[in-house]
């Protein structure tokens, strides 16, 4: 199946802190076809480093460029949606679209500010998941879908899920986070730290005005290494490295020798290829400051569900995740049974740590498809 993305302009758009983007396009793809009455939409929200592309074969995004690898050609999600996958689009229309401070053509870091003729770099605001949300309800206005059939995310995605829920509890029926939480960790806060430090800290950052240059890529190779050993587990890892030919690269002084390291030398050397580092800094940002009922605007998280009773929700938790423990996901179902909101919650289990949502369709598409289906 080849697709294209497709662009929407939404003009000017303030962030729930008040700085304002004076143009803003939204990169999004669709798949299946709206029904008359409007009523079949599925939006899935990509994960930290994912992009519109959820499903089919898209050889280039115009103005992406480079960053388009052959590893993005491939939808992220083939594997679930599609005619008689999990997500079916004989059944369903399904929308995925590029988060805001992105790098795969929705309006970030990368895109040239239309004040001054120049890439934005540090100028860019820091976005939190509601503005994400908030763009997106944009689309599905333009599309003209008052009420989704329902909303899936994986990891972040899943924290997406949360915010359309609760911010807009009118405008979706059925809930499926997947692997995710309602609030951040402090491992998390650890990890994310790390992470934008690594890239924060490199010569090569420039306080986030790197452009045209190549930026910082050691930093941002690091700060994906960092970040992959929480997405796979240690069995998988182990796994993958047992065929992984060792570089025995020299870095400062350090020469790679081990199948572990070469792995994850190479995962990070690869991500810097096709991700902004800037990108990466606003989506690890929306993700490290995520405060739910902050930002949606109640007391607390619990006071929000309520807003939810009249949705259904399918949880989803995989029994190796190391990213998002099982505990975020068993709190979550205990919330929402606190809350009087319809829950079910189902356990994956995988040797695959958190990724499994993204490679293994056939442990999720039953669960999937009685979700959507209604129950």
């Known amino acids: 199946m080849i697709v294209e993305t497709k662009f929407l302009d939404i003009g000017p758009f303030t962030t729930i802190k008040g700085k304002t983007i004076p143009q803003v396009t939204l990169a999004y793809e669709t798949y299946g076809t709206l029904s008359p009455a409007k ?20 050889p280039a995004v115009p103005g992406v460029g480079d960053r388009w690898t052959d590893e993005m050609q491939e939808g992220w999600w083939d594997g679930f949606i599609g005619p008689g996958k999990a997500v079916d689009t004989d059944r369903y229309f399904v929308i995925c679209v590029n988060y805001l401070g992105g790098c795969y053509g929705t309006t970030g ?36 879908i008052d009420r989704l059939h329902a909303c899936v995310g994986g990891s972040i995605g899943g924290m997406m899920c949360a915010v359309l ?39 090569e950052f420039k306080g986030g005005d790197y452009y045209p240059g190549p930026g910082p890529e050691l930093g941002l190779a690091l700060a994906r290494m960092i970040g992959h050993k929480t997405f796979v587990s240690l069995t998988t890892l182990k796994e993958r490295a047992r065929d992984e030919i060792v570089q025995f690269e020299d870095i400062g002084g350090y020469r790679v020798g081990h199948p572990l390291e ?19 800094l606003r989506i690890m940002n929306m993700w490290q400051h995520f405060d739910l009922a902050g930002e949606v605007g109640a007391d607390s998280v619990d006071q929000l569900l ?29 919330r929402l049974k606190r809350a009087g909101v319809p829950v079910r919650w189902h356990t ?21 498809r009685e979700a959507l289906a209604g129950w």
């Not at 806060?189 to 924060?200: D, G, K, R, S």
């Not at 792995?263 to 990466?280: E, I, P, T």
């Open 109 to 144: 870091p990368a895109s040239v500010d239309p004040t001054t003729g120049r890439p934005y770099g540090s100028s860019f605001p820091h976005v939190t998941m509601t503005d994400v949300v908030d763009t997106q309800m944009r689309l599905l206005d333009h599309l003209g």
């Open 262 to 280: 070469s792995y994850m030398l190479h995962q990070g050397q690869k991500f810097v290829k096709r991700f902004d580092a800037n990108s990466y």
């Open 306 to 334: 309520t807003r939810c009773r009249n949705q259904r929700w399918q949880v989803l938790t995989i029994d190796s995740d190391v990213c998002y423990y099982p505990e975020e996901q068993a709190d979550m179902v205990a």
């Open 165 to 203: 829920a609760t911010k807009y509890p009118e405008r979706v029926e059925v809930v499926i986070p997947v692997a995710a939480g309602f609030e951040v960790t402090s491992l998390q806060v650890l990890h994310n730290f790390e992470q934008m430090f690594a890239i924060v800290t490199d010569p």
């Open 39 to 58: 009523d079949n939409a599925v939006l899935v929200f990509h994960a930290l480093s994912g992009s519109q592309h959820a499903a089919g074969f898209n």
């Open 348 to 368: 994956v289990h995988s040797e695959k740590g958190h990724d499994s949502f993204l490679i293994e369709p056939h442990l999720y598409t039953a669960i999937l």
